[in-house]
C-alpha cells in the first residue's frame, strides 16, 4: 500500500470520527505542504451528504475555511522567509524542492490570478501560497482568490462524491469496464516506455 493510499485511507477515517472538525483539519492540511489528496477528502465528504450524517453548506464551510487557514500559514511562511526552512526540511513532509521550484514558476509567470487558478492543478495548489507570501501579494485579495478557488474545488469534489454514492450500484455494475480500460492504458503506457528505452539505446549505438 502506497503513501498516498495510506494517508487517504486515514483522512477517511477522522472523517467518519469527528465530522466537520476532521474536514477543516484535513483541508488545512492540503492547503500546506502536507500529503494531503483533497481528491480523497472532499468526496468521501459527498458520500456522508448522501447519508446524512453532514451537511451541504456545513461541509463546504469548513473544508474552504480550512483550505484558507492552511494557505494563509503557507503565505506567512513565504512572507517571513520560511522559504529556506522548507528547502531544508521539506524532506520530511514529503516536499520536493523541485515541486516548489515548479510553484514559483507558475506564480511568477502568471501572476496573482494563479491563486486562484491553481486550486484545479495537483501539486501546485498545495505550494502556491509560499511564493504569493515571499512576493507580498495583498492578502486581501490573496484570501479572495483562495476562498473562490478553494470554494468551488471542494464543492466539485464533494459533488462527485455525491453523486457516486447516490449510483453506487450503477457504478459496480460497470466496474469491470473500467478495469478493462485501466488495464489497456497501463498497457499502452508500458509499451511507450519500453519504446522510449529502445529509441534510446539505439540512438546511442548510432552515435557510437
Not at 494557505?71 to 529556506?84: D, E, F, N, R, V
Not at 522548507?86 to 490570478?113: A, D, V, W, Y
Not at 454514492?165 to 455494475?173: A, C, L, P, R, Y
Request: proline share 3%.
Amino acid at each position: 500500500m502506497g503513501i498516498t493510499e495510506q494517508i487517504a485511507i486515514a483522512a477517511v477515517s477522522i472523517i467518519s470520527a469527528s465530522a466537520y472538525p476532521g474536514i477543516f483539519v484535513l483541508m488545512m492540511l492540503e492547503s500546506m505542504f502536507f500529503p494531503v489528496p483533497s481528491e480523497a477528502v472532499m468526496p468521501f465528504a459527498g458520500f456522508l451528504i448522501v447519508d446524512g450524517t453532514l451537511t451541504w453548506t456545513g461541509t463546504i464551510f469548513f473544508a474552504t475555511l480550512g483550505s484558507l487557514v492552511g494557505s494563509g500559514i503557507s503565505y506567512a511562511i513565504g512572507y517571513y522567509g520560511g522559504k529556506t526552512f522548507i528547502t531544508k526540511f521539506g524532506k520530511f513532509f514529503l516536499l520536493k524542492e523541485k515541486h516548489l521550484e515548479m510553484s514559483e514558476r507558475f506564480f511568477t509567470k502568471h501572476g496573482q490570478i494563479t491563486i486562484f487558478a491553481a486550486r484545479f492543478i495537483p501539486v501546485v495548489r498545495h505550494f502556491i501560497s509560499i511564493p504569493a507570501g515571499a512576493g507580498k501579494m495583498n492578502f486581501l485579495k490573496f484570501c479572495i482568490y483562495t476562498v473562490l478557488g478553494a470554494g468551488i474545488w471542494n464543492a466539485f469534489l464533494t459533488f462527485l462524491g455525491y453523486k457516486l454514492k447516490q449510483n453506487w450500484e450503477t457504478v459496480m455494475h460497470y466496474s469491470h469496464y473500467i478495469d478493462t480500460g485501466v488495464l489497456v492504458v497501463l498497457v499502452v503506457a508500458l509499451g511507450y516506455y519500453i519504446y522510449k528505452i529502445y529509441k534510446s539505446l539505439t540512438s546511442k549505438k548510432s552515435e557510437n
